[in-house]
């Protein structure tokens, strides 16, 4: 009922920027937060970043300062932004959504299905 597509994942070298993309569609009635999760191989999912309803954000240490957090609302999208890329930034990035559903009308929440950056010379 609900999907979360990805976009923006690629190739850049070490100090570059990419934004990702990440729209929400089906039958929502609101979404309370967004966030964006990695994972390296060999590692567990971290968060990397996270919008909520009234618009607060949260980052990993690791990428305060570089990465930043934003949404459209009337399109349900969220981005991530990232400057300055370090080869430590290497994962697959995953869009998340906590929402409530129309009908019938409850809480949820959703993944989208990954998106690989990779920051290499």
């Known amino acids: 009922q609900v999907q979360l597509v990805e976009s923006g994942g690629g190739l850049v070298q070490p100090g570059g920027s990419l934004r990702l993309s990440c729209a929400a569609s089906?039958?929502?009635?609101?979404?309370?937060?967004m966030a964006w999760y990695r994972q390296a191989p060999g590692k567990e999912r971290e968060l990397v970043a996270r919008?909520?309803?009234?618009?607060?954000?949260n980052y990993a240490a690791s990428v305060q300062g570089r990465f930043t957090i934003s949404r459209d609302n009337a399109k349900n999208t969220v981005y991530l932004q990232m400057n300055s890329l370090k080869p430590e930034d290497t994962a697959v990035y995953y869009c998340?959504?906590?929402?409530?559903?129309?009908?019938?009308?409850?809480?949820?929440?959703?993944w989208g299905q990954g998106t690989q950056v990779t920051v290499s010379s």
């Open positions: 089906g039958s929502i009635f609101s979404i309370n937060a």
């Open positions: 919008i909520i309803s009234i618009g607060s954000t």
């Open positions: 998340h959504a906590d929402l409530v559903t129309k009908t019938p009308m409850r809480r949820n929440d959703y």
